[in-house]
């Protein structure tokens, strides 16, 4: 086919094209024309089932066309309007539907006593020491090497998060590659006893070995110290912490230790030993007493149909950041390790409860020369828990038992050191509460509709009901005004068809007519 022929064949396409839409389109015009008044009875049946008298005057013919105009505008912008103020409100459902008040109504208040994590100065057995210098790599005392070893343990003993620089030191020697320094610790560590009393002689306060960023040390009546260990612990099934009803009883727990001294940490029980805020050092022949004041945070229970988003706080319960018990001290530990895990591909041992390959002495090198967790401090972020429960050291007193004279020498063996810690009654806590529920939402929306508008539910539903019911029976009658006018141009296309097929045949017979004689 050639240009000629194509662009002929193009003609005689869009003659038929433009002739097929011009009959169309008297047809298109009516169906637009009585579409156009079926909604303007839809609009003047919907204001008169809802009452929005504006929607009515707006189809009404009968006025004029600027004050048709007018009403569309009032209607439009209330419209809007509506919708503005109903997002402001879903807004502020979703970012601030909260409120930290004060409660001030402390009789009959109960709460829990502080937890101490106690981390000993001396606690490597040199038994045990020497023991596992023998078996692991076969040196004794006399040997050479004997105190290189020790030393070797002795770093590894008294090293924390954020002093593990002489561990680094062994990073050369491959003899430690493959020591697991948790284990280490374990076999060379010597247990320690104290004695736990309180104001309920009933009780019996939970002590437990866990391993924490300062080391081995030991969590007094510190139910979320458990976590540390690595286990699968259920958070119903916890040991629950000492607690005492404020200014009915005198609250208190007091511990004695023997033979050694070490550092305290007095934090909430349902964190872990974390902060440096109340690090108080526990000397030989040290009697002390501190007293806490408190601040406690509680939640109200629809605090709990909020999401972590809405609230911006998480319970203890709530499985968050990988974490099955969550607490926000543990939520930045665990950060900690994490990244320890991606610079040097292994975690440190104080934290039992994050998986990864342990991080050898090289490990600790590694770590050493990012400036591990310096910058970890500032990166890792965590949400603070709905509940919470400060302590703040306001009095210490302090007093020393020293040396008596030669005939009542108190031996350096027998020396006894004390602490107690007690509570000061608050008088103040905070509360979180919810402030904007769903259900306050819901009535901000009908509120806005109803004074914007002029519609409430029930309106809306008929509204949607008359819209629904009048498009129903146009599409029906549309879809019959289809089929017909389909019917209709089939027919009449088989009729050109028959009509030109007659034509053909009255053509062929009379060309098979015996030629005309003509005679002159």
Request: net charge negative; hydrophobic share 40%.
């Amino acid at each position: 086919m050639d240009s000629r022929q194509l662009w002929a064949w193009l003609r005689r396409f869009s003659a038929r094209t433009w002739k097929r839409l011009l009959a169309w389109l008297p047809a298109v015009l009516d169906f637009f024309k009585s579409y156009s008044n079926r909604l303007r009875e839809m609009a003047e049946i919907a204001g008169a089932e809802t009452g929005v008298l504006a929607i009515s005057l707006i189809v009404n013919r009968q006025l004029h066309t600027l004050e048709r105009t007018l009403w569309l505008v009032v209607v439009l912008s209330s419209i809007y309007a509506a919708i503005m103020l109903s997002g402001l409100q879903y807004e502020r459902y979703l970012n601030s539907p909260t409120v930290i008040s004060v409660d001030r109504d402390y009789r009959g208040w109960n709460g829990s006593l502080p937890a101490v994590t106690l981390c000993y100065y001396d606690h490597i057995d040199s038994f045990k020491a020497n023991e596992y210098i023998q078996d692991a790599w076969n040196v004794s005392i006399i040997d050479e090497d004997y105190f290189y070893f020790m030393d070797f343990m002795y770093a590894v003993v008294n090293s924390t998060a954020s002093n593990y620089a002489e561990l680094a030191k062994f990073a050369e020697d491959e003899r430690f590659d493959q020591i697991d320094l948790y284990e280490l610790i374990q076999q060379v560590d010597r247990p320690f006893e104290q004695v736990i009393s309180s104001f309920d002689a009933n009780f019996k306060v939970h002590v437990q070995m866990v391993m924490t960023e300062r080391g081995s040390c030991y969590a007094i009546n510190s139910p979320m110290s458990s976590v540390l260990s690595g286990k699968p612990i259920v958070y119903e099934d916890m040991e629950q912490p000492l607690s005492c009803q404020y200014g009915k009883q005198q609250c208190y727990i007091r511990m004695d230790l023997y033979e050694s001294t070490g550092v305290l940490d007095v934090h909430s029980p349902y964190e872990v030993s974390a902060t440096e805020a109340n690090i108080v050092a526990l000397h030989k022949s040290d009697e002390i007493t501190a007293s806490f004041k408190v601040l406690e945070t509680v939640a109200s229970k629809n605090l709990h149909q909020l999401s972590v988003a809405q609230r911006k706080c998480v319970f203890n319960n709530e499985e968050t950041s990988n974490l099955e018990i969550y607490s926000k001290s543990l939520c930045l530990a665990r950060c900690r390790a994490v990244m320890a895990l991606e610079m040097c591909n292994c975690v440190p041992f104080f934290y039992q409860f994050v998986e990864g390959p342990g991080c050898n002495p090289a490990g600790f090198e590694c770590l050493l020369d990012f400036k591990w967790p310096i910058w970890a401090l500032h990166i890792c972020k965590c949400p603070s828990t709905c509940t919470e429960i400060e302590y703040t050291m306001q009095t210490v007193k302090k007093s020393s038992w020293g040396v008596k004279n030669n005939d009542e020498v108190a031996s350096s063996e027998t020396a006894t050191s004390s602490f107690r810690w007690d509570l000061i009654p608050p008088k103040v806590r905070l509360r979180r509460d919810v402030v904007y529920s769903f259900e306050d939402l819901i009535v901000s929306f009908g509120g806005a509709l109803a004074f914007f508008v002029g519609v409430s539910v029930l309106g809306l539903v008929e509204m949607g009901h008359v819209l629904l019911h009048n498009m129903i029976l146009d599409i029906s009658i549309l879809i019959r005004w289809i089929y017909a006018q389909a019917r209709r141009h089939r027919a009449s296309h088989r009729a050109v068809a028959e009509a030109s097929k007659e034509q053909r045949l009255s053509l062929a017979d009379t060309a098979e007519l015996p030629p005309f004689d003509y005679v002159n």
